[in-house]
C-alpha cells in the first residue's frame, strides 16, 4: 500500500492510513462526524415521534381494556391530542380508517371520533 497522506473529513488533520479504505484518522473522529451529521434528522424525527407518543398514551388511557370508543373531539384536543399526526392508514374491502400503531380510528361526525383496535391479520 502507497503512504498517501489523508485528511480527515472531521478535525482536517492529515494523518497516514492504516487501510487503503480508510477516512478517518481514528474511530473517534468517525464516530463524532457520523453523530454530527445525524444529529439534525434525529432531532426532527424526535419531535414528530414525540407527538405520535402523546398521541398514543392518550388513546391508550381512554380505550383501556375496551376494544373500541367513541370519544369528543374537544376532550382529546383538551387531553392534547393532535389529529395531525398519525402513523398509518387502515384499508379493507370497503373503508379507510386512519391508523395509530394499533389503534385505528374514524370520524363519526364534526365533534366525535371513533377508536378502535385494530389488528392486522
Not at 374537544?74 to 394499533?102: A, C, D, M, P, W
Amino acid at each position: 500500500m502507497e503512504n498517501l497522506i489523508k485528511r480527515c473529513p472531521y478535525d482536517g488533520k492529515k494523518f497516514i492510513p492504516k487501510r487503503s479504505n480508510q477516512i478517518f484518522s481514528c474511530d473517534k473522529n468517525r464516530i463524532a462526524f457520523h453523530n454530527k451529521k445525524y444529529k439534525n434528522l434525529r432531532q426532527k424525527l424526535n419531535k414528530i415521534n414525540n407527538l405520535l407518543f402523546n398521541n398514543y398514551m392518550i388513546i391508550k388511557k381512554i380505550i383501556n381494556d375496551k376494544n373500541e370508543i367513541q370519544v369528543n373531539d374537544n376532550f382529546l384536543r383538551g387531553q392534547g391530542y393532535n389529529f395531525k399526526y398519525l402513523t398509518h392508514i387502515v384499508t379493507n374491502n370497503t373503508n379507510s380508517f386512519y391508523g395509530l400503531y394499533e389503534y385505528a380510528f374514524y370520524k363519526v361526525n364534526n365533534n366525535e371520533t371513533k377508536f378502535f383496535l385494530y389488528e392486522n391479520n
